[in-house]
């Protein structure tokens, strides 16, 4: 059977970067855009231009350079929204406006303060505009899973007559019941007269953990856009998790009619990524990408998988990215075994020096560490390169004694010339970050920090995430080692490095250095 083509809308970069604490700088998204185009998702929502400076330039660097995925920018049915949206988008090769107005009765009366004529005018007038600037628009009735009916049936067929090519039904609030939304999906598409010359999607939240199940329920009932993004990360409680609609669709395939383009193997490679990139570790029993989802702990179950392995797996974790007896490597790996591994997991070193420079961190790392994973390897290759930064570490001691405050002396070497600091702290990081502070006092807050193991054992990778804000300035920083304060003090000096480098603050007003 012709199966029809499910399109997959990837959000991780707007919707979930309105997830609490998940902002990202414009290098973290594009490393994020490629690992979507790389999963041949094919859509991008890349972010709200409107919002803010540093939006408007992520969606513009993204357009400018995928051009395997259709690049989305967000508007709200305003003028002003629609051409920041469609001036970022201007030399993609794809390209697409979101365009959206609420229509439940709350928000129109509480938030909007408009009458629902107004707001049918509103969207039809932000349709036809945004379709002067790009062929491609979608239109989403915001708070749809809370409004009226009739009137959103008729909203839905003039935004159609202006141009409208997709229409998206959210679910907000996550407030809806998946019968009940498939349902609203089906009897949507019988009333709209016009709802042939249109795709329908959902974009549903996880507020009472059903995003998956109402958008599959959507699926069901002809709806053939998912908004989704990577892990379930979002505004509030997340969206529905992308991995968990495309294996749902791919493993029951005698139930949809339906089915997506996307490169299952990489999916593992992205969650790694977003979860490192935002600090948002992985729960370990989350369904496809969590560290256990794969994992047979009882005896009955271990015996059912060696005898047979449908017994208890319904997917194989090679199809989502996890290579089976892998081989584990070590310090006495050489380089054909290297290669050989970052070819089993598609990690490109496109030229000699991406190789070799891989190649040294992967030895550095075997000199710590007896055996080095997948994992391992993975983050090795998503290392930020410390090269080039004005302020690098040369030199850290960190002394811990149950009897007195943990003392860290820190070496820092800024643009060639050392400086060395003490402090004491409540912690071993807490003291280093403090005698980080002795040299170079930026006067920023820490808004978030994580620590995640990359593998099991006392000698695993630890993979620090730190958050700092400095006035509008919201900057991550990345770290990983075996030894967790020195993680710690890497992804400080990450950060510091990317605020003391931003071009839109004057490094010299920046007090310390
Ligand atoms: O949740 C929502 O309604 C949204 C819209 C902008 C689609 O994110
Ligand atoms: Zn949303």
Known sequence: MNKDHLIIFDTTLRDGEQSPGASMDIEEKMQIANALSDLNVDVIEAGFPIASNGDFTAVKEIANSISNSRICALARALDKDILRAADALKNAKLSRIHTFIATSPIHMEMKLKMSPDQVIENAVSAVKMAREHVQDVEFSPEDAGRSDFDFLCKIIERVIDAGASTINIPDTVG???????????????????????????????????????????????????????????????????????VMTVKTRRDIFTCDTKINTKKIMNCSRLVSSITGFPVQPNKAIVGKNAFAHESGIHQDGIIKSRETYEIMRAEDIGLVSNSLVLGKHSGRNAFKQK????????????????????????ADKKHDIYDEDIIRLSNNISLTGDDIQLSYMSVICDTNKKPNAKIKLNIKGEEIEASAEGDGAVDAAFNAIKEIIDLKVDLKLYSVNNITSGTDAQGEVTVRVVKGDLIVNGHGADTDIVKASVLAYLNAINKIYQNPDLDSKKLSGI
């Open 342 to 365: 970052l070819d089993e997991l598609n990690i490109q070193s496109d030229s000699d020096n991406s190789f070799n420079d891989l190649f040294s961190r992967f030895k550095e790392l």
């Open 175 to 245: 407030y809806n019941l998946p019968h009940q939304f498939g349902e609203l999906i089906s009897k949507i598409i019988q009333n709209v007269p016009n709802s042939n010359d249109a795709v329908f999607s959902v974009h549903c939240h996880n507020d009472l953990g059903l995003a998956v199940s109402n958008s599959l329920s959507s699926v069901l009932n002809g709806a053939r856009q998912v908004e989704c993004t990577i892990n379930g990360l979002g505004e509030r409680a997340g969206n529905a998790a992308l991995e968990e609609i």
